[in-house]
């Protein structure tokens, strides 16, 4: 990434973080949802010089970090304009942890092609697809995991990271639109994506 454009993600990340810090609805669930995003930016910021990424995975990281802050603000099943979100299918809740459900799908389907590709871990490109969509479902799964083991060690706050809204089926939609959310990435970006990692390699 160059030099400009980092600077540019970084102030935008830098500044949805403390907006999203400011007076959130529950300190300890701001905490939790927002650490990956955080974690996530800590390891760009080492690796960008060694081992920088395509722009396009730049931008799908911040998108995903926004997603996870603005969640971690309101927690996600109070964030505003998303009680009508996909409620002919799931009434009567706020969706907008499905839009983060399927960003976990979307969003590292590409980073794990990229890593892939560069480092020529599987050159069938039918089994590459395969490995990645499992690679994102697994990902899910142990997301769903942690989030049980938060909610068992933390009463409190075990309603607002979970999210559930008493849906009896959260957890296996959650990881189906991360499945979803995999597959539609490989679907619509892989040409692009193509484009960028061969500009990338011949920088």
């Known amino acids: 990434m160059y030099n400009r454009n980092f600077w ?6 830098l500044a949805v973080f403390v907006i999203s810090a400011i007076n959130p609805h529950d300190g300890y669930t701001w905490f939790l949802e927002v650490l990956p995003a955080v974690i996530g930016a800590m390891l760009l910021i080492y690796f960008r010089k060694s ?9 799908l990281i911040l998108i995903h970090c926004v997603i996870l802050m603005i969640g971690g603000h309101y927690t996600y099943a109070e964030v505003p304009y998303f009680d009508n979100f996909l409620s002919f299918i799931w009434p009567d809740r706020n ?29 069938s490109v039918g089994w590459r697809r395969f490995f990645i969509v499992c690679f994102c479902l697994a990902l899910s799964a142990f997301y769903e995991l942690i989030e049980w083991w938060v909610a068992l060690l933390s009463d409190e706050a075990a309603d607002s990271f979970l999210g559930a809204q008493g849906y009896v089926w ?20 892989c040409g ?5 990692l061969n500009k990338l390699q011949v920088e």
């Open 8 to 13: 540019l993600w970084f102030f935008i990340f």
């Open 51 to 59: 081992w920088p990424m395509t722009g396009l995975l730049y931008v």
């Open 95 to 123: 969706n907008y942890d499905k839009l983060g459900h399927f960003a976990q799908g979307f969003v590292p389907a590409m980073i794990c092609r990229e890593v892939i590709i560069r480092h020529v871990v599987v050159q």
């Open 170 to 189: 959260d957890t296996q939609s959650d990881m189906f639109l991360a499945l979803i959310g995999s597959i539609m990435a490989l679907l619509f970006l």
């Open 192 to 196: 692009l994506h193509d484009k960028q």
